[in-house]
């Protein structure tokens, strides 16, 4: 089976919506990347827009609802 390489995403955001990332990401005890990452997972699982390639067992419960817990 072929290893799939991950791509390069960048993006510019303002200050306090990348705090308000970095201690989501700190909450959860994860990398920013990895963070978004779910965050889009579960945007998209949310909102019925096509996504494969990953198990709903591999997000928390809280993002497979569709709302994350404090």
Known sequence: MAVVKSQ???VRVES??????QL????EMRSIANMVKLMVIAYC??????FTGT??????VA???G???D
């Open 63 to 65: 993002f497979v609802r």
């Open 8 to 10: 390069v995403v960048s």
């Open 16 to 21: 306090p919506i990348k705090a308000a990332l």
């Open 24 to 27: 989501a990401a700190e909450r």
């Open 67 to 69: 709302s994350q817990v």
């Open 55 to 60: 198990p709903t067992d591999a997000l928390p």
């Open 45 to 50: 699982r949310s909102h019925g827009y096509p």
